[in-house]
């Protein structure tokens, strides 16, 4: 058992803040000293002290000897891990990474249809052919939920030459797969599972929340430390067990997706908020969990507001769902007036606002969130187009896809033509079109009433979507 109650690379980062010397190396402000007004009154001094280089007190994040490596073997302890990484370009340098370090050209690999457009980009970079799945879908909550075993285990025996398998779990709503039963049918192939578990890292922390993918058996899994734990955003963790994957081979990946300038405010907080959960987890989740029962509670006297509840599938209680169609109004709407009034959720969608409740909220962010509930006016702004998760048919890989030659085209003469571009309603950032799918009437309806609800659009070139970019036809 390692020491949890130390915090090597915080240790050294204020050991480094406090040693006088003159600094001739970056960055540029030295440790503040340069800063202007402006820079002092919005981040104050005291960040700038820390925002130092790779000193030799301070390790090497890409070779850790030192304080990173002592650091990084306590959070795999913490989060149950062989071997844990610190990631500084967020969860999507780690599944890009994971994709590239167990996946080459032409390779197949099984994905979800509703994986983040992290995943999209790792096919592209290593060149790999998804397989795409469905997920689950619940049609009356217009919501997908996990990926069943059963599924995994029909796509494998489709495609014996599968050389790993990703998982999103949890969804962006909390849902949770069956990771046990899933990693005993893909470890019987002899491949990897690859969990994005970007919204699941207090899983490990409290037996109310569903069991971590790392229990479950995983072999990699990403985790973004700044979701729902402590860190500054843009930290993550990717984490190893097993010897499925070839770990030189993913260090070397990794050297590749992350910045080679890396920031230790980023490293130092993945320390700090290791430390805290190391040591105080269990009472911050019991916290949160009571801060979530409550809300929801609290809600169920509201009759015309439905709060999801997954009964096929494990789900975070921490993730609070609600659908307010039936206040003939959207998501999107809602979400504008609650922001207005000065509660703000993580995911407006067509039907459902989703709010994160973490270890940094207070029972009196719920009682506002309760009452900006209760005074949600309708808008008459309410829209029922029906929206799921449909095996892509595509036309190239995505990696061939997005080096091929293309034109822009009418948006309504699009149909029927391949896509050129990653576009996604952002937030969640899950690929409604991605490059080398097939358009459909389907999916032109979804992205133009949630643009019209108020949604924004990721990745369009014309931003009124009067046009797209589609692949060139051979003719």
């Given at each position: ?22 600094a ?37 994040l890409?070779a ?5 490596l ?62 795409w ?8 909550w ?111 990946a ?16 993945l ?12 009472a ?25 509840e ?9 993730r ?63 829209k ?50 991605m490059?080398g799918e ?17 949604a ?20």
């Amino acid at each position: 058992m390692l020491d949890q109650t130390c915090a090597p690379l915080v240790e050294a980062l204020r050991h480094c803040t406090h040693r006088p010397h003159a600094a001739f190396y970056t960055p540029g402000h030295k440790q503040g000293q340069g800063i202007s007004s402006l820079h002092r009154g919005v981040f104050g001094d005291d960040i700038f002290r820390v925002d130092l280089p790779e000193l030799p007190e301070l390790d090497d994040l890409f070779a850790p000897e030192s304080v990173i490596l002592a650091a990084q073997e306590l959070a795999a302890e913490a989060f149950g891990a062989e071997k844990t990484w610190f990631l500084i370009n967020g969860s999507t340098c780690g599944v890009e990474a994971a994709l590239l370090a167990t996946c080459g050209p032409d390779d197949r690999v099984i994905v979800p249809r509703n994986a983040h457009q992290s995943v999209l980009s790792g096919l592209i970079l290593s060149g790999a052919q998804p397989v795409w799945v469905a997920p689950t879908y619940d049609p009356s909550w217009q919501l997908s939920l996990g990926i069943t075993a059963d599924e995994i285990a029909a796509t494998l025996q489709q495609y014996p030459d599968i050389k790993a398998v990703v998982v999103v779990s949890p969804t962006y709503e909390g849902v949770c797969s069956d990771i046990a039963a899933i990693s005993t049918i893909v470890h019987h192939h002899g491949i990897p599972l690859i969990v994005d578990a970007a919204h699941g890292p207090h899983f490990a922390f409290h037996p109310e929340l569903p069991p971590s993918a790392l229990s479950g058996g995983a072999d990699i899994v990403i985790h973004s430390a700044h979701k729902v734990l402590a860190a500054f955003t843009q930290s993550a963790l990717l984490h190893v067990q097993g010897e499925r994957c070839d770990r030189n081979h993913l260090n070397q990946a990794l050297r590749m997706t992350q910045s080679s300038s890396p920031s230790y405010l980023l490293l130092g907080s993945l320390d700090a908020a290791r430390h805290q959960m190391a040591n105080d987890g269990r009472a911050l989740m019991e916290y949160t969990l009571d801060l979530a029962h409550t809300a929801r509670r609290q809600l169920s006297w509201l009759p015309v507001l439905n709060v999801a509840e997954q009964r096929s599938f494990q789900q975070d209680l921490t993730r609070l769902t609600v659908d307010v169609s039936a206040l003939d109004t959207t998501g999107f709407a809602a979400d504008t007036w609650l922001h207005e009034w000065g509660v703000t959720a993580e995911l407006p969608t067509t039907h459902q606002l989703t709010f994160i409740i973490s270890l940094g909220n207070s029972m009196e962010d719920v009682e506002q969130l309760i009452q900006g509930l209760t005074q949600l006016p309708a808008t008459g702004a309410a829209k029922h187009a029906q929206s799921s998760w449909q095996t892509p048919v595509a036309g190239l890989s995505p990696r061939d896809a997005f080096f091929a030659s293309t034109e822009m085209c009418l948006v309504d003469d699009a149909v029927g033509r391949f896509s050129a571009d990653i576009i996604c309603i952002y937030p969640p950032g899950i690929p409604n079109l991605m490059p080398g799918e097939l358009i459909t009437k389907d999916v032109l309806t979804a992205l133009r009433v949630a643009q019209a609800s108020g949604a924004h659009l990721n990745g369009l070139v014309d931003p009124t979507l009067q046009t797209l970019r589609v692949l060139q036809t051979s003719d």
